[in-house]
């Protein structure tokens, strides 16, 4: 059975940093591309970043710079790193395979001072 | 990057009844390698989403076979044969044929 359990997520000051975890179980993330998608309060679902088995990552226009995806297949986990953050990054964070045949059951990031 | 439109928006449906909803591209989502990796998502409330349907009509494990997706080019639907109760939530497209991957805005649905 493939799990994701995302954490990392929590307060975090305008301009802080948080790196996101999500160990997989049941598959190995290296094998797969895997992104993470994030949902603010209310609203739709936005893919802000990919990571393809070959290692090429990609990031939407609004964390390029900011945020980093990457993966350790040691731990078989999937990482974000989030830095520069504000107020518009406050989502839920989900971790997804590849076009999203799995999820995680999230985990929020709230940014606010 | 690729608009996703879907409409209704809302949809107050009854029991038992068929529902429908659309997902319309700003461009052809048709990839280089001839599939049209258009897929949709049901999202209860409180839940994380879920795939029903991958690259445009093929069910996913686990899915009632009451939920069908159809269509090609740049116009694609989700069916709903008969809906039941525990259908309640929004319900996205999203394509992959493109990056940025992006989503419709979603179609609420709910119980008349």
């Known amino acids: 059975e493939v799990q994701l359990v995302e954490t990392g997520g929590g307060l975090i000051q305008p301009g802080g940093s948080l790196r996101l975890s999500c160990p997989a179980s049941?598959?190995?993330?290296?094998?797969?591309?895997m992104g993470w998608v994030r949902q603010a309060p209310g609203k739709g679902l936005e893919w802000v970043s990919l990571i393809h088995s070959g290692g090429t990552t990609f990031y939407a226009d609004s964390v390029k710079g900011r945020f980093t995806i990457s993966r350790d297949n040691s731990k078989n986990t999937l990482y974000l790193q989030m830095n520069s953050l504000r107020a518009e990054d406050t989502a839920v964070y989900y971790c997804?395979?590849?076009?999203?045949?799995?999820w995680g059951q999230g985990t929020l990031v709230t940014v606010s001072s | 990057d690729v608009v996703m439109t879907q409409s209704p928006l809302s949809l107050p449906v009854t029991l038992g009844q068929p529902a429908s909803f659309s997902c319309k591209s700003s461009q052809s989502l048709v990839s280089s390698d001839g599939t049209t990796p258009v897929h949709w998502f049901q999202q209860r409330p409180g839940q994380s989403p879920r795939r029903l349907i991958y690259r445009v009509s093929n069910r996913d494990s686990g899915v009632p076979d009451r939920f069908s997706g159809s269509g090609s080019g740049n116009d694609f639907t989700l069916e709903i044969s008969r809906v039941e109760a525990e259908d309640v939530g929004v319900y996205y497209c999203l394509q992959t044929t493109y990056w940025p991957w992006t989503f419709g805005p979603g179609t609420k649905v709910e119980i008349k």
């Open positions: 997804a395979v590849e076009d999203g045949v799995y």
């Open positions: 049941g598959f190995t993330v290296s094998y797969n591309y």
